[in-house]
């Protein structure tokens, strides 16, 4: 199955049964965590009003507000926090340690219930968007200090079945004992592949850019926003506790 | 198969061909990332002088050491800004977002992986305590800047088969269009079947605390300890670059 996923961005009118995305939540939940204390959460939005409220948060892409299911997985200390509070337990969680600890649980339950949805015939498409605009998501999901978003998933059945996209050899990410820090001649090896593809031949020409690399340095994910967002970002650990 | 996973912390003395090990990470490499950029990388630790300089980031734990592959996934900008250098791009990916955006690719990544390895038949733990040490791991790994270590997975084939660990009920994570903030009454029905469990209630003995809620706040997961290690987190960022 996995060799032929792509990301699923348009979805029929039928829903997503309960029943279904519970079951698939549950399996998803055996997927380790620290201490086995399964730091995250999951807001389950169904309402029209909900999706309309999450959208601008996702530069309002179509999927948000036409997914019969939007899912967005926070890194939470909230629960654990309170259940200690209520056993005479002293939590120490509102620090970037924890944070990280919370966010890496969230998202590797992210990707176990991406890999069991898709199997039971699900289309997804993972938000990116989701860290560039967390005080929103906070603001829409009422999300109290020590929860924090880190994925979106826009979720219902596939009514599209678009080209597999590239991806670059392993020898270009994998790595036998040590980082071998990639050469002009191994970056050559690296992308040759994926810059002689026509549909990214076709990306370069309608972005008016000289080379591929440069439609996601100077027009997608450029310094000026990266700065920005960096900031943003920061803010929002702050105003959720995780930083002081 | 997921419904019956368990972290394997013994294995046999049976290898992992290089074969298979490099077939799960081009499966496992079908996940999406930001922009199809595949921000991670993996370094794959066989040789036992490789084993013995990871150790001690892990607290000697002797899976480090027994176990045939230790797999470190690094959340990796370099490889991506090298390549825009290449391309007259003007890579603007050292600060915060850029590393949540990289940390976020590394650990999708490496939780497919966690499941195409489980369903090959491969016993995996999952070591949290890549950062808790990052800077060990970064001088051992010879990781450049714009290179950090998210997770550690250690792999083999089982030598055990341990007891099911337990999950909390769905509705303790699974929140309907808002974030519903636990009672204390909340609380003690979602943890009641976890506190009740008798390895749990044995944990509490043999730790000599007086909930089990305390082994994590006071003994495991202390205040003292997290705010010591966001710190050297924190040093460990700004040292490959993501922080200024």
Redesign the interface.
């Known amino acids: 199955m996995?060799?032929t996923?792509r990301?699923i961005r348009r979805y029929t009118s039928r829903d997503i049964e309960p029943e279904l995305l519970?079951r698939l939540?549950?399996?998803?939940?055996?997927?380790?965590t620290?201490?086995?204390?399964?730091l995250?959460?999951?807001?389950?939005?169904?309402?029209s009003e909900?999706k309309a409220a999450l959208a601008p948060s996702h530069f309002n892409q179509p999927m948000v507000t036409q997914a019969p299911v939007v899912v967005t997985v926070?890194a939470?200390f909230?629960?654990?926090t309170?259940?200690?509070n209520?056993?005479?337990?002293?939590?120490?969680?509102d620090?970037?340690?924890?944070f990280?600890?919370a966010?890496?649980d969230a998202?590797?339950f992210?990707?176990?219930f991406?890999?069991?949805a898709e199997d039971a015939g699900l289309g997804l498409c993972?938000l990116?968007t989701t860290?560039?605009s967390p005080q929103a998501i906070i603001d829409a999901?009422?999300?109290?200090k020590l929860?924090f978003p880190?994925?979106t998933l826009t979720v219902g059945w596939p009514a599209e079945t678009p080209p597999l996209?590239?991806?670059?050899p392993?020898e270009?990410?994998?790595?036998?004992?040590?980082?071998h820090?990639?050469s002009?001649e191994d970056?050559?090896r690296?992308?040759a592949a994926k810059e002689a593809l026509p549909e990214n031949k076709e990306f370069v020409r309608i972005n008016k850019t000289?080379?591929?690399?440069?439609i996601?340095?100077?027009i997608?994910?450029?310094?000026?926003d990266?700065?920005l967002?960096?900031r943003t970002?920061?803010d929002a650990l702050c105003h959720q506790g995780f930083i002081k």
């Not at 996209?165 to 670059?168: C, E, G, H, S």
């Not at 000289?210 to 440069?214: D, F, G, K, V």
């Open positions: 996995l060799t996923r990301t519970n939540f549950s399996e998803a939940a055996r997927t380790q620290m201490g086995n204390l399964q995250y959460s999951v807001i389950v939005t169904r309402s909900g926070c939470d909230r629960r654990t309170t259940w200690a209520c056993r005479k337990g002293n939590p120490g969680y620090n970037l340690l924890s990280m600890n966010a890496s998202l590797l992210t990707q176990t991406c890999n069991l993972y990116g860290i560039y999901l009422h999300l109290p929860v880190v994925a996209t590239d991806r670059l392993i270009s990410f994998v790595h036998e004992e040590t980082y820090d990639p002009p970056i050559n690296f992308y000289e080379t591929l690399a440069q996601f340095t100077d997608r994910y450029t310094r000026k990266n700065e967002l960096s970002f920061y």
